[in-house]
């Protein structure tokens, strides 16, 4: 089955600073790949996500960049803001209708005023 | 606010008893999955329910079930409950691929904790 694996585990940065997490997968078929975050006492909320056929997309301050040949994935967050401090995660899953989202690890995000 | 619900929010039980875990899914959803997330873990899935139906299954064993209503809201029941079986519980609505998107609303969780 699907694995997915995340690095760092915890990440401090100052504010206006980026942060990057980087994460990778061991299935090939998988095609969809949702980062999430989750503030404290809270469930995860979805914040952007990458389909296979695509190499980045951006919202705003939010990127994410796949390479699907090395199974990489990765969450580029710039000028970084103390409302940033929550724990992202990243997903793997296979977009058929009905299936499984494999969730990473997680990183705990600080962002220092 | 994703429109989903969960409850109880907190609840204690022992080595051996069995426990009930509900969920009001968002309007218009009409898959729910469950989690469980151990602490400082990503969610671990634990099973799928799709119009009533089991619809995909994780890496847990039997005394870990579910059900879905009509109305689509759902339980999660476990037996026989282990004090690895302390986690937080989440549910998640969606409706997959429903406007093109295939994202998982959470609710805010049931945090089990078995002693």
């Known amino acids: 089955g699907e694995n997915v694996e995340q690095h760092p585990s915890t990440l401090s940065v100052q504010e206006g600073d980026s942060a990057v997490i980087k994460c990778t997968y061991s299935d090939s078929a998988s095609n969809y790949f949702p980062w999430y975050k989750q503030e404290l006492g809270k469930g995860p909320q979805l914040i952007i996500d990458?389909?296979?056929?695509?190499g980045e997309k951006k919202d705003q301050r939010i990127a994410v960049t796949l390479n699907k040949t090395a199974k990489h994935f990765s969450l580029h967050i710039t000028e970084t803001q103390p409302e940033d401090s929550a724990v992202y995660f990243c997903a793997a899953s296979i977009e058929t209708s009905y299936d499984k989202v494999i969730f990473g690890p997680g990183t705990s995000l600080s962002v220092i005023p | 606010e994703t429109g989903v619900t969960q409850s109880p929010t907190h609840l204690i039980k022992t080595r051996g008893q069995q426990v009930t875990l509900r969920c009001s899914s968002q309007?218009?959803?009409?898959?729910v999955s469950w989690y469980q997330q151990a602490l400082g873990q990503g969610p671990q899935f634990i099973f799928q329910y799709y119009r009533e139906e089991e619809n995909g299954r994780g890496n847990f064993p039997p005394r870990f079930s579910g059900l879905q209503f009509p109305n689509y809201s759902s339980e999660l029941n476990v037996n026989a409950l282990e004090l690895d079986d302390s986690a937080l519980y989440l549910c998640?609505?969606?409706?997959?691929?429903?406007?093109?998107?295939?994202?998982?609303?959470f609710g805010e969780g049931s945090r089990l904790t078995v002693l």
């Open positions: 990458i389909r296979s056929n695509v």
């Open positions: 309007s218009g959803h009409n898959t």
């Open positions: 998640a609505s969606s409706t997959p691929g429903g406007r093109g998107t295939w994202e998982l609303f």
